[in-house]
């Protein structure tokens, strides 16, 4: 099911869905729940990444990349990195909606961070 994320909670038998709107044109690669917020990130292979809104369902920003996001992660409340098939690992800030840096290239793909 194409923009359906689940997730069981550590711990005990609970397990939630979160349905994304609008859902990610292709497939999703990697998903991380923020640590204390309840922001998501959907790692995508049409090159984007994705920040939702999971309590509000909504959309908060879309990041472009060079090629199919394979993974991301959280770096803090307000920053994130992202990498893929472009063979780059970019942060990008969270508040602005923007790409700020390249934090590292590699030779080959970037499969987990």
């Known amino acids: 099911h194409p923009g359906v994320v ?19 044109g292709d497939g999703i690669s ?28 909504r ?16 770096l803090d409340n307000t920053h994130a990195v992202g990498g893929g098939l472009d063979k780059t690992v970019k942060v990008f800030d969270l508040q602005e909606g923007v790409a700020t840096s390249t934090l590292g290239e590699h030779e080959g793909t970037v499969r987990c961070l």
């Open 59 to 74: 959309l908060l920003h879309t990041f472009t990349m060079k090629g199919p996001c394979l993974d991301c992660s959280f």
């Open 6 to 24: 689940t997730m069981a909670s550590l711990g005990s038998a609970a397990i939630g869905e979160y349905t994304l709107q609008p859902p990610p």
């Open 30 to 57: 990697s998903v991380k729940f923020a640590p204390s917020t309840n922001v998501v990130l959907a790692g995508c292979w049409d090159s984007k990444l994705r920040l939702y809104d999971a309590a509000q369902n």
